[in-house]
């Protein structure tokens, strides 16, 4: 998987990726009978056993031998703190440390080990009681759910050299590194600032730069926004007009570009899962007072899952107008022609197959349909002039 976040998604880098540079090592490891594939002879029970007793341990073995989690900085001859962390979060505690003054010298002077994982999860042990070998504290820095955090406490609890464990929160059941949003490395470094200094002793160095961390916090949260640059539709892009609702009805969002739609003025309302809109409604219909509601589903999505969400939607009685946006092309992951090369014809044939009665086809070119597409009976073709009118109309099917 490849994670983007605004910090560096416009970056670029030169990697060496020739082959020679990669070593893979096949670790040895006692096979159970047939390998670690899975056997259609053994039954669920027996895939389960082989699942936490030969596949989870070939992985860690795996793990080790190609040294994918590392010590970083060693903490030196007596290392009484050490930080574990993975992936972007790594980058932003490496420059956390930096902006308190801590580099690898510094580390291994005043006790700090830092430990780098590659891959959290099975957490390899063996890397784990090497990692906490000798110290006093671990802090965890790690987004979103703990993960890396369960499985250190897993391993270490009842140790004789048990280390205090700190990460989503920390001693006292106060936050430390939520686990809402995205951690900001000022954040981190005043975290770990005032961490380390409790840990190792007085340092004015750590403690002037961690209060100068706070003032430029607090001067972020003074800020007042002069202007803001809302994401909008491209030029030319039908959502532009499709998204659009009558007066006193609203639209639930969907996934695609036209989730953008709920930062305009254009009554649009929640979010759901790919493949899912639509249903929310169906669970919330019963306990509403309103009637009806429009749901945007893009044309990838309609063809990735959507179809079961309307199949759900009819099933339901639920009072509900998809409005399938038809683009031809999914354009949040390069514009290219969605699977399966739908039609705006094949698709209004499927949801008539569905159960769904009442299709509209809303287009700025209704003639170009004209003899060269097969509607259902019934459906019907307009201009995207009419497509308030015909919105009323279908909210009161």
């Not at 005032?194 to 160095?205: D, K, L, Y």
């Not at 339901?316 to 409005?323: C, G, R």
């Amino acid at each position: 998987a490849i994670k983007c976040v605004k910090d560096n998604i416009e970056s670029t880098a030169s990697v060496d990726a020739a082959l020679e540079r990669l070593n893979i090592v096949v670790p040895e490891f006692d096979m159970p009978p047939g390998g670690l594939n899975i056997r259609h002879e053994i039954d669920m029970l027996g895939q389960e056993e082989r699942l936490h007793e030969h596949k989870r341990a070939a992985a860690s073995a795996f793990i080790l031998a190609n040294g994918l989690n590392r010590i970083v900085y060693s903490g030196g001859r007596n290392p009484k703190i050490g930080i574990i962390t993975l992936g972007k979060s790594y980058l932003d505690v490496r420059q956390a440390l930096e902006d308190i003054g801590i580099d690898e010298a510094a580390a291994n002077r005043i006790g700090v080990r830092l430990f780098k994982v590659g891959c959290p999860w099975p957490l390899d042990l063996h890397h784990i009681a090497g990692f906490a070998r000798g110290l006093d504290t671990v802090v965890v820095v790690e987004e979103k759910r703990s993960l890396i955090e369960v499985q250190l406490r897993e391993s270490l609890y009842g140790t004789a050299t048990q280390p205090v464990i700190i990460g989503k929160k920390d001693e006292r059941g106060d936050w430390l590194f939520p686990a809402k949003g995205a951690l900001d490395p000022n954040e981190i470094a005043i975290a770990l600032g005032e961490r380390i200094v409790r840990t190792i002793g007085p340092s004015e160095e750590i403690s002037a730069r961690v209060a100068k961390l706070r003032q430029f916090q607090a001067m972020l949260t003074e800020a007042t926004d002069i202007g803001s640059r809302t994401p909008f539709f491209c030029s030319g892009c039908p959502h532009n007009s499709s998204t659009k609702v009558p007066d006193g009805s609203i639209a639930a969002a969907g996934i695609g570009c036209h989730f953008m739609a709920l930062w305009m003025d254009r009554n649009t309302v929640g979010f759901t899962a790919m493949g899912g809109e639509g249903a929310q409604w169906v669970g919330q219909a019963p306990f509403s007072k309103r009637e009806h509601i429009f749901q945007n589903l893009g044309d990838g999505t309609y063809n990735h899952s959507g179809t079961l969400a309307i199949r759900f939607a009819l099933s339901s009685n639920a009072n509900i107008t998809y409005k399938i946006l038809y683009n031809d092309a999914v354009a949040m992951t390069g514009g290219q022609p969605h699977e399966g090369g739908l039609t705006v014809d094949m698709i209004a044939r499927q949801v008539r197959a569905e159960g769904v009665d009442r299709i509209a086809i809303v287009t700025d070119e209704p003639d170009k349909y004209a003899g060269k597409a097969e509607f259902p009976a019934g459906a019907t073709i307009h201009h995207r002039d009419d497509l308030d009118l015909v919105q009323r109309e279908l909210r009161d099917v």
